[in-house]
């Protein structure tokens, strides 16, 4: 991980960790529900583009951009939490899997499909 961005991401967490101890949340905050919370946020984020063409999603301005940004922002607020949570480093758990999925779609085999890697 780069110096950078975990610096970055530690300062968030340690923001988000004084905001929740100011409220008293940790006691709140276990896996399951951080992973409940994120999948609410996902859902929040979604329902911004569930009616939209591929084109109106690709265009987003002004006033729906924002509020996606901000459901983008929830989204990784939660994430950070949880992973925090149980001791994951999102960038390293990222970068793992980037080259796992690498070996499951090899370039020569995947290129321009949108299959699941066990229909290649």
């Known amino acids: 991980m780069g110096s ?66 901000a459901e983008i922002a929830d989204v990784q607020i939660y994430l950070l939490m949880l992973a925090r949570k149980l001791n994951i480093d999102l960038v390293q758990a990222a970068s793992d899997k980037l080259e796992i999925n690498a070996k499951k779609y090899p370039v020569d085999k995947a290129r321009g499909l949108a299959r699941k890697y066990t229909n290649l």
């Open 4 to 69: 950078n961005n975990a610096r970055e991401q530690d300062e968030l967490a340690a923001r988000l960790e004084a905001f929740v101890e100011e409220r008293d949340w940790a006691q709140f905050h276990s896996p399951k529900n951080l992973s409940m919370a994120l999948a609410g946020e996902v859902g929040e984020l979604i329902e911004h583009f569930q009616w939209l063409t591929e084109e109106q999603s690709r265009g987003l301005s002004g006033e729906a951009l924002e509020e996606v940004r």
